[in-house]
């Protein structure tokens, strides 16, 4: 027995004291630097090099993981009384001000054989070395989903596998390790169940679903992280911005900022994506905008507004309505509720559905010609948001989204929340047991 304690405390004081270690002291190790030059020119045999400069290069296969976390290694300590915190009322919810009692986390440590045993554990304040990569060379990545409450009372999840999918091509991209995404689903189903009185017992409101992984080992130097912590954290939201009275947004075309470029990552959801939009949506919001279209290209094309997908609806030139928003060319992020909507529409007979290139020029065109009839954004936090302005330099464009008798939008949304609340079932739903 004290044999066995012993390797235990030795680990413990490995795991806690790692970074203190020369032999891990990457950022002066010429050998390090050299192993990675060899994983890359062996990666290079694998797969055929991207041609960085193109804005229409197919995305790259997906590689699965080596190793990952399981389920079944699942520890949880739960909250005590006096850590449980007051659960607020739907209407004073907003977006991401509270935070339920329990979170996951799961450490990475290369040194210690990777992924190591998955834990839920009362909600708390991180710990992280100063010098950890997240912090200065943005080797972090995040994603967002919900758990809604049905009309039976049951806790339904939306798609997660393609959150999950997203979240592996972003780690894989940003040096981070990836993960098997059924177990991450399944640990973070037995989070949502032990914080299940946290998901509102409303439709107009939902629990927002925050996993994130970072690179957490404290070396200088731009290079693949030793050691990552992955945790999910959950919070009641309601709406994430607020609209106009008729509940449509305006967005400004700002033809001087992009968001992304091509062969970047605007096409992954890393935090690097969205700090720097901060000073053209402020901008804008002076102007009185609700959100900026991101333009990119001589031709000014419309990539994403704010952090959604972008959609128009128009009669095209064979006199048929036709749904249409821009391709995934490197420059948008494969959007869950993007991908959704095509799916869903491709469906109806009475509307054709394309993924085109959009430019302003079309947009204005199509506008004075009486021929565009809706503008709205998608994504996991908005679902649905319809445009009925847009400013672009010197211009003020009216879209009558809202003047329409049956909205395409609204269709659509009706459709994205039913099949979320549980009024139809669907295979995109996965219920948390």
């Known amino acids: 027995m004290p044999v066995r304690r012993s390797k235990v405390l030795l680990v413990k004081w490995i795991f806690e004291n790692q970074h203190k270690l020369q032999t891990v002291r990457w950022c002066s190790s010429s050998l390090r630097y050299k192993e990675l030059e060899e994983s890359a020119q062996t990666l290079e045999h694998v797969a055929a090099p991207v041609a960085a400069a193109a804005p229409d290069v197919k995305p790259r296969p997906y590689r699965a993981p080596e190793t990952s976390f399981k389920h079944d290694d699942l520890q949880v300590t739960l909250a005590a009384p006096y850590q449980l915190q007051?659960?607020?009322?739907?209407?004073?919810?907003?977006?991401?001000?509270?935070?339920?009692?329990?979170?996951?986390?799961?450490?990475y440590q290369k040194q210690l054989g990777g992924w190591q045993k998955p834990e839920i554990t009362p909600f708390e304040p991180l710990s992280i070395h100063p010098a950890a990569k997240a912090l200065h060379y943005a080797i972090q990545l995040f994603e967002g989903l919900k758990a809604y409450r049905g009309v039976d009372d049951k806790i339904r999840l939306f798609r997660p596998d393609l959150n999950m999918r997203r979240m592996n091509l972003a780690a894989e991209r940003s040096g981070l390790p990836m993960f098997d995404g059924d177990e991450l689903i399944k640990c973070i189903k037995r989070l949502i169940q032990i914080d299940q009185e946290w998901v509102p017992h409303s439709e107009t409101s939902t629990l927002y679903i925050r996993p994130t992984l970072i690179g957490t080992e404290a070396t200088f130097g731009i290079m693949a992280p030793e050691s990552a912590l992955l945790f999910v954290i959950l919070s009641p939201v309601s709406a994430y911005y607020k609209a106009s009275d008729d509940g449509a947004v305006s967005i400004y075309a700002d033809p001087s900022v992009v968001r992304a470029f091509p062969g970047g990552v605007g096409n992954r959801k890393v935090g690097s994506n969205y700090g720097p939009t901060i000073d053209a949506t402020a901008r804008a919001a002076q102007m009185g905008h609700h959100q900026v279209l991101w333009l990119f290209g001589p031709n000014h094309e419309l990539t994403e507004v704010g952090a959604m997908n972008i959609f128009m609806v128009y009669i095209n030139e064979h006199g048929e309505k036709q749904l249409s928003t821009p391709p995934l060319n490197g420059l948008i992020l494969p959007g869950v509720t993007r991908q959704s909507i095509l799916e869903l529409a491709s469906e109806w007979d009475d509307l054709t559905v394309k993924e085109e290139v959009i430019t302003m020029d079309r947009v204005i065109e199509l506008n004075r010609s009486g021929r565009l009839l809706e503008m709205f954004g998608s994504g996991t936090a908005v679902v649905i948001s319809p445009i009925s302005r847009m400013g672009f330099i010197d211009q003020e464009i009216y879209i009558p989204t809202m003047k329409q008798t049956r909205p395409v939008f609204q269709r659509i949304k009706d459709t994205l929340l039913a099949i979320q609340y549980g009024h139809i079932d669907h295979p995109y739903s996965h219920v948390v047991s």
């Open 86 to 107: 007051r659960k607020p009322d739907a209407p004073d919810l907003g977006f991401g001000k509270y935070f339920t009692d329990h979170m996951l986390k799961i450490q």
